[in-house]
DNA sequence: CCAAATTGGGTAAACGTTTACCCCTTCCTT
DNA sequence: AAGGAAGGGGTAAACGTTTACCCAATTTGG
């Protein structure tokens, strides 16, 4: 069996009340027991019971992340900020993943909250539909959604402003000569899906743009993409540009149109969103809407600690502006 | 105060023996007093603490993973395979993320064991550096490599056959009559880029090739494909073919080939590793070596339910087959 | 030099569960 | 009808820590 505090104790001469200050420091023993101690522990090789301590505690020192889909790669990016930020604060990141459906997420919840997380950090599915997941979690426990979040739900928020990304979208193809523009984008399921698309729709009758032209919804995923390009080839008219509503997306259309042989930029424009690792190795290099993966996190973890410093705190969602990077997908800088 | 077990016992006038018996279902209890219970149990949004269970219990119903750095999209496939088979065991996956660091990698392991884990799945950032990181393990706790291993070091490991896949890819270029072949992979630290490295040196030999073309090792990111893809340019002889140690590096080689206008497959062939979501839609579509995601997660389960339920079992290292995908970057199928 | 404060040690309660053990009914079995 | 088994309830110990509280010895201050 695995060594006690109590048999460092006995080992070491000393209660178990002195085993304890030593090894977590947390009051002043005399240098001669201090090392009877260490010794002690040393030799049974001791670990501390994170579990009992917790229990006695009343805290875990653990925050819980939900992601709808690991395999997304724009998650990691915000998952690997958010550790970086959490880094050097005492407290460890348990990652757990939605797999795109609710009745998991929920069931994720579940398990985070039983297992007493300090707090809570979520990018929920679905606008909707996680409800129910989030209703779950104790007002005991402090929650931020991240990136997405459900509709008229009191929770804070921290996201990139998806109608103002969007629209920078727009008004670049605009810019570039691009008068009919297609959407492609994810089903209105997820909030960022929902305000991605408002903010097409608004940005498109902004500039005062032909609005008759399709707004294909379907998944976040490159699959999906394809697809879409085909459905706009078969379509008959092409649009000048397409906007999607994730890189992924736009990196199946891209694939699509150049099997197709649509040129893209000549004929075609597409950009992105998020900004993912692969956007940039893209062919042609994907011009997409930057999503500042720091700051969020950075953010993020802000929230957290104001809630958990005090839990009154009224709920925040904060919205940070995001930024165009432009490439050769939209016939590149200049 | 969230509500405990006691307070419901109160509540619903049984004791807490009774309570936790309706709760978990562990003994029969007559359905008077179980309604009785269960109506407490939801009046009180009663939650039951893990943390005191598993104190009590002695297990937690919990696995944990290590992943090397899960912005590395081959992992979070790795993840979610193995996610699915644990669905409907009853247990709970808590994933983090090493950042590529063996000293954060030591820390999730002792952050994990401290939390009492009843299972470890690790895929270790190094060959040798890791071993510290997995040494702390007790023995009490099962682990299980996926994917990577540390040297000499006594623990179950599933992963693919490195060489054999490598091996697969030589034999495919020089088939489609590669005759001078470079290799581009990551730097000889962690065991899959040991390996790979080792079955390209065979495979060349085996084949007669000449054995004087680059070997350039850096790490497995695209950043260094593209480096890399620099480099041989700059040497002057282009090779025949380039066999990359992944698909990202891969991806950075084909996007910086593509830059500088040397046709792929036509002036050079090009193959990647592991067939991440991405290899299909890169320009050209890349031939790689696939590895099976489920095969490894389900092996890599079965490993560890066979240590959980006997320690003793001997240590056992399972390499599977890995299969080539041959797409247009080696001048597609046929 | 005495009172007060400080220091450094120990005892035991508490955290929230689960479950071994005990006890009282009730129901079979012969 | 007696004996035993089975059923269903409760009491309390245990899981491994931390820490409030207590106490003795020492130091400090006037």
Request: with cysteine; net charge negative.
């Amino acid at each position: 069996m695995t060594a006690t505090i109590r048999d460092v104790a006995q080992r070491a001469g000393v209660s178990v009340a002195t085993a304890s200050r030593v090894l977590t420091g947390s009051r002043k023993v005399s240098p001669i027991l201090a090392e009877r101690v260490n010794e002690a522990a040393a030799a049974l090789d001791y670990r501390h019971n994170a579990v009992a301590r917790a229990l006695r505690r009343g805290h875990t020192n653990t925050v819980g992340m939900i992601v709808p889909e690991i395999g997304n790669p724009f998650f990691p990016a915000i998952v690997e900020a958010v550790e970086r930020r959490l880094q050097g604060t005492g407290r460890d990141l348990f990652l757990c993943d939605a797999q795109q459906d609710v009745a998991i997420e929920r069931h994720r919840v579940h398990a985070l909250i039983a297992r007493q997380v300090d707090g809570l950090i979520i990018v929920p599915v679905s606008a909707t539909a996680s409800r129910a997941a989030l209703a779950d979690i104790p007002g005991s426990v402090p929650v931020v959604q991240v990136d997405r979040f459900v509709e008229e739900f009191a929770a804070d928020w921290v996201g990139v402003d998806d109608e103002l990304g969007i629209g920078l979208a727009v008004e670049h193809v605009a810019s570039r000569g691009a008068h009919t523009i297609a959407f492609v984008s994810a089903a209105l399921e997820s909030s960022s899906a929902l305000q991605r698309h408002e903010g097409f729709e608004r940005a498109i009758a902004r500039l005062g743009l032909p609005s008759d032209f399709p707004r294909l919804l379907g998944t976040y995923r490159a699959e999906w993409g394809r697809a879409a390009a085909i459905e706009l080839l078969h379509s008959g008219a092409l649009p000048d540009a397409v906007v999607c509503g994730n890189d992924e997306i736009a990196v199946g259309v891209l694939g699509e149109f150049r099997r197709r042989q649509v040129h893209v930029p000549d004929r075609v424009l597409v950009t992105g969103f998020d900004d993912i690792r692969f956007a940039a190795l893209a062919d042609p290099p994907l011009t997409t809407v930057r999503q500042p993966h720091e700051q969020l996190a950075a953010e993020c973890i802000r929230l957290l600690d104001a809630r958990l410093a005090d839990p009154q705190t009224p709920v925040q969602r904060t919205a940070i502006a995001p930024t165009l990077v432009i490439r050769e997908s939209t016939g590149g800088a200049s």
